[in-house]
């Protein structure tokens, strides 16, 4: 099995910064992709930022300028740097993983419990 543990999450004001951090624990052959989503009450889970195993970053265009993803290897571990914060970024945000347990196993897509994230003055 695989774990994924994000902490990083809470209040911040408006303009302010947070990291949020997600590592993966467990049986693990590889990790493909490891990205962020969020979602906010009474909408739909989006995507935020994904990132590969080889580095290659894709982010919706809402956080493009102001977040920024990255990926420790040798830790599993992912990173959402998050500045410029608004309101709208309010949510919980959750990791997901993109993991091959093993040689022989098919890749499945892991998810985090979710950190929350308010934008408030």
């Known amino acids: 099995q695989v774990q994924l543990v994000e902490s990083g999450g809470g209040l911040v004001q408006p303009g302010g910064s947070l990291r949020l951090s997600c590592a993966a624990s467990?049986?693990?052959?590889?990790?493909?992709?490891m990205g962020w989503y969020r979602q906010a009450p009474g909408k739909q889970r989006d995507l935020v930022a994904t990132?590969?195993?080889?580095?290659?970053?894709n982010y919706a265009d809402s956080v493009k300028g102001r977040f920024t993803i990255s990926g420790d290897n040798a830790k599993n571990t992912v990173y959402l740097q998050m500045n410029s914060l608004k309101p709208e970024d309010a949510a919980v945000y959750y990791c997901n993983a993109n993991i091959k347990s093993s040689l022989n196993s098919y890749d499945a897509r892991y998810w985090g419990q979710g950190t929350q994230v308010t934008v408030s003055s």
């Open positions: 990132i590969t195993n080889g580095g290659l970053t």
């Open positions: 467990g049986s693990i052959f590889r990790i493909n992709v």
